[in-house]
């Protein structure tokens, strides 16, 4: 075995790949869109078994509440305050220095994203909230690069390769935004280690065979799983795509990746406040939506908006009954869509 594969000779020895798909590993490039709980888990896996090169887009910071679950991260860059991808990818190269990686602290929004898949062979989905997942979704029907939808809350998560033109797309599973406050979230319904790690090795693994040559490999299905019931499923989805009819990828539409769809924010001047519009507006549920928060700060609701104190935070969180809400304690447009996705989801 040459000396450039050493590293990489119990990786190369499996059958599964072998030197050929080792070499097309090296080669490689892809863009994470995202480096928390699953982002972290990916970007680590990866690094490990050799890719080219890696783009880590990451808006945030790491916070106490990551350590539980996000594998990169540790408390010196806690007292640093070092964005997420940044950390990630000082402990990446110290971890393999071979790897390219480039850190991005910025959101993913419709004015970067094509710029931000240039040159890559695969995007990978490390992100916490759907409007992010449609854009990732737009771009790659627009470009042909193929991404991993994956998610995880609670115990359980689950993964679907996307093959643009080939499979069913995010648009044919899922084709409107759930309504706001109608989701679950990490900060509502918590999250659990070992559910991130499964979720997000199994996505490390299509992610191998599709970097290692051997897309043909991948199977076109949703995968489910709940590491607290043990439960494991394989859902069908091959008939999606042949007797839909995706406004995506069966009519090019790409609402999301032109900016008609996505959440508005607008700072309230002299007010320490930021306005956000959920990209769908649809009644709140202000009794379930204050149920699935009650652990996560005080809050107040009457018939015409909920009002929510997160513990530990400076914000305040105001959502009125068609999902629009004001997120006081920042000027901060991205921190504030951050607050609205975290405690509200999109």
Same mark, same amino acid.
């Given at each position: 075995?040459?000396?450039? @594969? =050493? ?9 599964? $790949? +072998?030197?050929? !798909? &080792? ?117 790659? @029907? =627009? ?9 995880? $809350? +609670?115990?359980? !998560? &689950? ?188």
């Amino acid at each position: 075995m040459s000396s450039d @594969l =050493e590293r990489y000779s119990k990786q190369v020895l499996f059958a599964g $790949i +072998g030197e050929a !798909g &080792q070499r097309h590993l090296l080669a490689s490039h892809a863009l994470l869109c995202g480096c928390g709980a699953l982002g972290s888990v990916l970007a680590e896996t990866l690094v490990r078994a050799g890719i080219g090169f890696l783009r880590i887009v990451d808006r945030d910071f790491v916070e106490l509440s990551n350590l539980q679950r996000q594998v990169l991260f540790d408390e010196n860059d806690i007292a640093e305050r070092l964005p997420k991808a940044i950390a990630a990818a000082e402990k990446l190269r110290r971890i393999n220095s071979s790897v390219t990686v480039e850190p991005i602290v910025a959101d993913v929004d419709h004015t970067n994203i094509l710029k931000l898949v240039e040159g890559v062979d695969l995007i990978l989905d490390g992100s916490d909230n759907f409007e992010l997942r449609f854009l990732i979704n737009d771009a790659s @029907l =627009e470009t042909g690069i193929p991404w991993i939808y994956a998610g995880v $809350i +609670g115990s359980h !998560g &689950q993964v679907m390769p996307i093959f643009p033109g080939e499979s069913a797309c995010l648009r044919c599973l899922i084709d409107q935004m759930p309504d706001p406050g109608s989701m679950e979230t990490c900060d509502t319904a918590g999250i659990i280690g070992p559910a991130v790690q499964l979720v997000a090795s199994l996505e490390a693994v299509d992610a191998l065979k599709i970097l290692s040559g051997q897309r043909d490999k991948v199977a076109r299905t949703l995968t489910y799983i709940d590491v607290w019931d043990g439960t494991f499923r394989h859902l069908n989805i091959s008939e999606l795509r042949e007797h839909g009819d995706c406004p995506a990828c069966k009519h090019g539409e790409r609402s999301w990746l032109s900016g008609q769809q996505g959440s508005q924010t607008t700072v309230l001047c002299g007010r320490n406040a930021v306005q956000v519009s959920p990209p769908k507006r649809g009644a709140v549920a202000f009794e379930e939506l204050a149920a699935r928060l009650k652990d996560s700060g005080e809050v107040h609701f009457n018939a015409y908006l909920l009002r929510l104190a997160p513990f530990n935070t400076p914000y305040e969180i105001t959502v009125f009954r068609d999902g629009l809400a004001i997120i006081k304690g920042t000027n901060d447009l991205a921190v504030a869509r951050a607050v609205y996705s975290r405690y509200v989801g999109l």
